[in-house]
């Protein structure tokens, strides 16, 4: 096999320039979720049987029905992120509509909670292409 000293010096360049080195700070959560422009959370806390449920209604604001899971972030009295728990959304959500969920977490020290979808599969043939019939 021949050495090419083009696709060593590619390969150099490309680790340099992909970000090989210290990690970057992480990101504000207003800059993590590229969700927020397809789906809105609201949440609400309550106590069932001395456990916290978060309860609330997820809202597409897309084109097509979708499947969602949620990350649930636990916030101390003063807004610090304390704990972080996935969520289960079991039914579909509507095209431009809502759904309701409730998810039992355990994050010691939180006082308030806020919900992010963190994954999302669009159900349906058009994913979000408008079609439109002139006849």
């Known amino acids: 096999m021949r050495h090419n000293p083009l696709m060593g010096l590619l390969l150099v360049a490309g680790l340099i320039l992909g970000g ?3 990690k970057p700070a992480e990101a504000a959560p207003s800059d993590r979720w590229a969700t927020d422009q397809f789906f809105r959370v609201e949440v609400q806390p309550y106590e ?3 456990k916290t449920i978060v309860a609330g209604f997820v809202y597409n ?4 029905p979708a499947r969602v899971r949620l990350e ?3 916030l101390d009295s003063q807004g610090k992120v304390v704990g ?3 969520g289960f959304v079991d039914t579909i959500v509507p095209l431009r509509g809502n759904t309701y969920f409730e998810v039992p977490v ?3 020290g939180a006082t308030q909670y806020k919900a992010f979808v963190l994954w999302y599969d669009w159900l ?5 292409n408008i079609i439109r019939f002139d006849h």
Not at 124 to 128: L, S, T, Y
């Open 72 to 74: 649930i972030e636990g």
């Open 48 to 50: 069932k049987k001395g």
């Open 20 to 22: 090989v080195g210290p």
């Open 61 to 64: 604001l897309h084109y097509q």
């Open 106 to 108: 355990k994050i010691a």
């Open 124 to 128: 349906g043939e058009f994913r979000g």
């Open 84 to 86: 972080i728990e996935p």
